[in-house]
């Protein structure tokens, strides 16, 4: 198959369109284009006489020559078109950062409409870099855009897994050639797995099993046939396809390890010049060291708008910020959740949303916690309620109606809720005439003059609060479980209003802010 370079392809600066030419007797099933990027999988030594001297890229042209596959009349021959574009300057992918994600993003905006699917061969060591960053720069994406390499130099090693990863990532990307279902996804795929892009991990620095997703199963998988699981598979929707080419690459990750709260180390990094996010691996399911000093850092980086995501240092597993009011004093110093997300993905969804000048600094934040490609099992959404000033309710008061200021966010059914709470921020408990607690009572979507009673289908829940020592001259954010009310009574785009009065016991419950937090389960 030989490839004639169209020179006149140069809104695309830093690449060339390369276009086969295939003979006119080749009936080829559809058509797939490679954007060819540099990486092991084109590599050769500089002296073929020495496998051990240093590798060197080669061009597109002597790649496809060193190809038996793309050959028609050959018995190896794909199957299909494979156009190219190609990098002026092969990279290292080491080398790859956001602007060549930004022509990547181009060049499969430009020819969307043209291909079955796409194929990037890319360098190992970056490649979950490129593949999370591309799955949220390419929006309502419809088409297959599959990321693959090798761990071993393949155009002069007959051992190798360059060869299968290309010709099977092409036929991933091209339904017509395989009859696998649409994966309209970027996704990575090397040794007989095909994995969501953002949800990948690379484990291996030299072995042919580089990647896996530790919170996720595989999309599909490579024997004698091809396999794709569509209960996995994001399904696309009407909207126009559309390329984030802005990104805002001032954004960090660090981690938190035993004795880092006795150092200055993470208000240095919090006071980088011009730095707008961070990506923070926390121990287990989101814990911090609490001194009060290392708070204060992140409570002040909060005050500048700087996103500080909290992932896990773990593998496996959530983190559960704002689920429980184990994580209460997190949330007060404005960190968002990164439930189980990659550190990756993390760092290139902000990548993202922080050059969304259309967003405000509380609107990207409540994105970070929402999956928007398929890179989180959960999402928070947040509907803030609407009251003027600090409110109370006494034992001897009317109940206290909070309404809300807009719609709840979302496109999610009841059934979907994993966990929901009332949130009350700056909350006080003062309990009256030696009262040993409170009873509060929550019901959902009343109206003045409704008749409260816990047999209603409005009734939320009943809180028997108690206050330590520690509590009594402290606020902090009290959180009312209202899960299994949620479940039956709310919906992503409804109007939520709650309702709260102290039923049982003598004092008073007073709070500043309030919101509604609903964790949706995403899997389902």
């Known amino acids: 198959m030989q490839h004639a370079i169209l020179a006149d392809d140069q809104d695309i600066p830093g690449a060339h369109y390369y276009k086969a030419v295939l003979p006119a007797d080749v009936n080829a099933k559809g058509a797939v284009l490679v954007i060819y990027t540099g990486g092991t999988i084109g590599s050769l030594p500089v002296d073929l006489a020495d496998p051990d001297s240093p590798q060197v890229v080669v061009p597109w ?82 088409k ?86 569509e209960r996995l598979v994001l399904k696309p929707n009407d909207q126009a396809f559309q390329v984030v080419r802005r990104l805002q690459p001032n954004v960090l990750t660090f981690d938190v390890y035993p004795g880092i709260q006795n150092t200055e180390l993470a208000r240095n990094i919090l006071n980088t010049k011009g730095i707008a996010g961070i990506v923070l691996r926390a121990f287990g399911s989101g814990n911090i060291p609490t001194k009060p000093e290392f708070l204060k850092v992140f409570r002040d980086a909060h005050a500048k708008e700087i996103v500080v995501q909290n992932v896990t240092q773990c593998l496996h597993g959530f983190v559960e910020l704002g689920m429980y009011e184990t994580s209460a004093e997190l949330l007060e110093v404005g960190m968002v959740t990164g439930f189980d997300i990659t550190p990756e993905a993390a760092l290139c969804k902000l990548m993202v949303l922080l050059a969304d000048e259309d967003l405000s600094f ?53 059934d979907k809720v994993f966990n929901a709470s009332l949130r009350l921020y700056g909350g006080r408990i003062t309990l009256l005439e030696d009262s040993p607690h409170i009873g509060i009572e929550v019901y959902l979507n009343t109206k003045s003059g409704d008749d409260l009673k816990r047999n209603s289908p409005n009734f939320a829940g009943y809180f028997r609060r108690r206050v330590t020592s520690v509590e009594a001259d402290k606020e902090m954010i009290v959180g009312l479980d209202i899960t299994n009310a949620a479940r039956q009574l709310l919906n992503g785009g409804d109007r939520v209003s709650a309702t709260v009065r102290i039923v049982e016991g003598k004092g008073i419950l007073s709070w500043k802010d309030s919101e509604l937090a609903v964790f949706i389960n995403e899997r389902i």
Request: aromatic letters at 10%; glycine letters at 8%; hydrophobic letters at 40%.
């Open 61 to 142: 042209d002597e790649y496809v020559r060193r190809t038996p596959q793309f050959a028609p009349g050959q018995p190896a021959f794909i199957g299909c078109r494979v156009d190219a574009y190609a990098f002026d300057k092969p990279l290292d992918s080491c080398n790859v950062g956001p602007g060549e994600w930004v022509m990547m993003a181009s060049i499969i905006e430009k020819h969307h409409d043209e291909y079955d699917g796409f194929v990037i061969l890319h360098g190992t060591d970056s490649m979950i870099y490129s593949a999370s960053a591309l799955s949220f720069m390419l929006i309502n994406l419809k």
């Open 144 to 229: 297959p855009v599959i990321l693959t390499g090798a761990q071993i130099a393949y155009l002069f090693n007959s051992r190798n897994d360059g060869a299968q990863n290309m010709v099977t990532a092409i036929g991933f990307a091209n339904p017509k050639l395989s009859g696998v279902p649409l994966v309209p996804e970027v996704c990575i795929y090397f040794n007989h797995k095909l994995l969501r892009g953002n949800r990948a991990r690379k484990q291996d620095a030299s072995g042919f099993d580089a990647y896996y997703t530790p919170n996720f199963p595989p999309l599909g998988e490579a024997g004698n046939r091809l396999f794709v699981d």
């Open 362 to 414: 509380e609107e990207r934040a409540q994105k970070a916690q929402r999956s928007v490609a398929g890179e989180m099992s959960r999402s928070l959404y947040v509907q803030a309620l609407k009251q003027q000033k600090a409110l109370e309710v006494r034992d001897d008061s009317d109940p206290v109606r909070l309404a809300p200021d807009r719609p709840i966010e979302g496109n999610w059914r009841g």
